[in-house]
């Protein structure tokens, strides 16, 4: 509880990975992807594509958080207008950083 409340866990679903091996695990940029593609379904599946996009928007910040170029990115995803092209704009993005 105290990890969340301070942010450590937040973008970063691996800090119990890292825990267990007792070094720092950096996912791979496709392994990031699919987490990220993975709480954008359920995010729909729980609150509904208009909820879920709204929703989205912080955690996929903190899951782009350090990454190259992606702050013109997270203000792409902060201007789409549906779950789909956010879907299509992170999938362009890692294409180009991979």
């Avoid at 091996?21 to 699919?34: A, H, M, S, V």
């Avoid at 879920?52 to 903190?62: E, F, G, Q």
């Avoid at 992170?90 to 991979?98: A, E, N, P, Q």
Wanted: charged residues 25%; aromatic residues 12%; contains cysteine.
């Amino acid at each position: 509880m105290v990890l969340w409340s301070q942010g450590v866990l937040c973008g970063n679903p691996w800090l119990f990975k890292s825990i267990l091996t007792g070094k720092d695990y950096i996912p791979t940029n496709e392994e990031r992807l699919k987490i990220i593609f993975k709480h954008l379904d359920y995010l729909v599946q729980n609150d509904g594509k208009f909820l879920a996009n709204l929703k989205c928007r912080k955690h996929i910040s903190w899951y782009l958080k350090g990454l190259n170029s992606s702050t013109k990115i997270k203000e792409e995803v902060n201007k789409a207008e549906n779950i789909t092209i956010v879907k299509e704009i992170l999938k362009k993005y890692f294409d180009t950083i991979s």
